[in-house]
C-alpha cells in the first residue's frame, strides 16, 4: 500500500524506518520528510505542510495513500483525524491518531487532569486557574511546598511547563502566565503539587478497545551534563528502563494503562493511535516505586521514538493496519530484548537561537549505529544541510546498556559540522542506579 507519515524530524525517520521496511508498504511518502527520509528506499519527501488539511487532501487522492500516520502533535490537536472520517473520499484511509477529542489529552492539561480524576488514575494533587481566578491561585501554591509545579494548558512548543523553587517568584510567574507569557496556551494554567521520584515514559499503542505496551524509554530534557541549563526537546534517551520490572510495570498497566483506555472507550473517545504516558516513579513508604502520570501525550516521543522503535520487531505496518480495524489483540508485539541508546547532536546556540545551513561531513563514515536526521535538509549540490536546532541523533542496540553507549559515542564523534553539541553523560544516572 501507499503511505503518507506526517512529520520531519528524528521521530518521523525513525518510523519511516520502520514502515519502509515493511513488505505492506509499497510507497512511502514523508511530509515534509528530511535529508535522511529523502534517501530511505521505497520513500520520498514531499512539500505538505502537516496543518494543510486540504492540501493533503488532495495529495492523498492523486497518490492513492491508503493509510496515513500522524507523527507530531499539531495535526492531531488540529482535528485531522476528524477530517478524513468528514469526507466521503477520505474515510476509508486508515489514519493512525486519535480524533481531536482523543488529542485533547495533549492539547489541554487541565483536560488530562480532570480526566484522570474521573477515571482514579494516579497523578499530582492539581488545581486550574484563570486570569479571573488569580488569587485562587495564588492562595492555592501557599498550600504546596516547594518546587511549584505550573504548566500551560494548551501546547506550548515544549516550553509551557514552569518547576520554580521560591513561592514569590512562582506568584509572579503565574499572572505572567495567565496575561499570555505564553500566548493563548496559557490563558488556563495548572499549578500541581511536585512529586520528587525518576521520569520514564511509557508508549502504548492501542485501538481504542485493546492495547500493546512498547518498551520503556527515559529521556533527558536538559541541554546540560547533569541535567542542568535550559530544557529542550531532548539530548536523548535510553530503552529500556531497568527499574521499570515486571512488578512495576503490573503497576503500570493496572493503574494507568487499562483504566487510560477504558476511560476513553466509556467516553466514546475515538482513539486509534499511541498514548505516551509520562510517569514519574516514586518511592512509597515500603521503599517500593509506584507511578504517577506526569502528562499524556498523543503521538510517540522524540527522542524517545529513536530508541523505542529500533527494538520493535514485529512488522509495524501490520499493527497499525489493525490498530484501524480494531482488532489488535489478534497481533502479537515482538521486541529485540537488547537496551537502545540514542544521543542527540544539535546546533550551537540551541535550544536559545541558532544557525542553520552548517555542512554535515562523517555521515558516510558512521558503521555500527543508527543515525537519524532530526533537523536536516540536502543541499543543491546533494550535500547534507543543519536546518533546526536538534540536528542528527545516533542510536545504537547492544547486548548491555554500557556497551551500546559506548558504541553510541564511539560513532557519533566520526561526524562534524562548525558548532556541533552533545552531552556526554546520557545515561549515566541509570548506570549509577544500576550499581
Known sequence: MNILLLGSGGREHAMACKIAASERCSRLFVAPGNAGTAILVKTKNVNLDPLDFSDIHAFVLANEIQMVVVGPEAPLVAGITDYFASHNALRNVMVIGPTQKGATLEGSKDFAKEFMTRHQIPTAAHRTFTQETLDEGVRFLHTLKPPYVLKADGLAAGKGVLIIDNVKEAEMELDNMLKGKFGSASTKVVIEEYL??????????????????????????????????????????????????????????????????????????????????????????????????????????????????????????????????????????????????????????????????????????????????????QGDKGQVLTNGGRVLCVTTLADTMPSALLQTYQELVKIHWDGLYYRHDIGQDLLKMMM
Not at 514519574?280 to 515500603?286: F, S, Y
Not at 522503535?309 to 505496518?317: E, L, M
Not at 490498530?323 to 489483540?329: A, P, S
Request: proline residues 5%; contains cysteine.
Open 196 to 377: 520528587k521520584g525518576v521520569e520514564l515514559s511509557v508508549f502504548v499503542l492501542s485501538d481504542g478497545k485493546h492495547y500493546h505496551i512498547l518498551p520503556t524509554a527515559k529521556d533527558y530534557k536538559r541541554i546540560g551534563e547533569g541535567d542542568t541549563g535550559l530544557n529542550t526537546g531532548g539530548m536523548g534517551s535510553i530503552s529500556p528502563v531497568h527499574f521499570a520490572d515486571k512488578k512495576f510495570m503490573q503497576k503500570v498497566e493496572e493503574r494507568i494503562v487499562i483504566p487510560t483506555v477504558k476511560g476513553l472507550r466509556d467516553e466514546e473517545i475515538g482513539y486509534k493511535g499511541f498514548i505516551f504516558i509520562g510517569l514519574m516513579a516514586v518511592a512509597n513508604a515500603e521503599g517500593e516505586l509506584d507511578p504517577y502520570v506526569i502528562e499524556y501525550n498523543v503521538r510517540m516521543g522524540d527522542p524517545e521514538t529513536e530508541s523505542v522503535f529500533p527494538r520493535i520487531k514485529s512488522d509495524i505496518v501490520e499493527l497499525f493496519e489493525h490498530v484501524w480495524r480494531g482488532n489488535l489483540q489478534q497481533t502479537t508485539l515482538e521486541i529485540d530484548p537488547r537496551p537502545a541508546t540514542c544521543v542527540m547532536m544539535v546546533a550551537e546556540g540551541y535550544p536559545g537561537s541558532y544557525e542553520k545551513g552548517k555542512e554535515i561531513s562523517g555521515l558516510d563514515q558512521v558503521a555500527n549505529s543508527l543515525v537519524f536526521h532530526a533537523g536536516t535538509k
